[in-house]
């Protein structure tokens, strides 16, 4: 039924609890499993911006997100590699988390997305409206959402 399993994760519980279900499914349909981190792409002030180009430190925000996406996929991976039969892949994309799961999506064509009902973002959730309720209405795929 599903050959493309994508789980979404920010840090969050959920996301991680997310990841056992994702890799359930992956062993139950011999699906391969796709663990997606989105880092949200760092805004400056000009004043900031100015200083950190003078400076030739443009590069440095990189070395700032790669230890926490790294973080949170290891623990991904971790939760993930319980079932030994699954094939895990992961992926960082930058970009704003919604839109860019469900481009990537669409781009890869991903059969089944398992996404945490709620992240780590809040506040955002309560302005905004939850990453999950948007991938759930966005995305061109069955969308499973674990509480």
Request: a neutral charge.
């Amino acid at each position: 039924m599903f050959k493309k399993i994508l789980c979404a994760v920010d840090g969050s519980e959920h996301s991680l609890r997310s990841v056992e279900v994702a890799s359930e499914m992956a062993e139950k349909f011999g699906a391969t499993l796709t663990i997606l981190t989105v880092a949200k792409p760092m805004k400056l002030s000009p004043k900031l911006k100015e200083f950190f180009q003078s400076e030739s430190l443009m590069g440095e925000a990189t070395y700032v997100l790669e230890p926490m996406t790294e973080g949170v996929l290891d623990e991904a991976k971790k939760r993930a590699k319980s079932r030994e039969t699954v094939r895990v892949e992961t992926v960082v994309l930058e970009g704003q988390p919604a839109r860019t799961i469900c481009d990537y999506i669409k781009r890869t064509k991903v059969d089944c997305a398992v996404i945490g009902s709620r992240g780590l973002g809040d506040l955002e959730a309560a302005l905004l409206g939850s990453v999950s309720h948007k991938v759930t209405s966005l995305a061109d795929c069955t969308v499973v959402v674990v509480k």
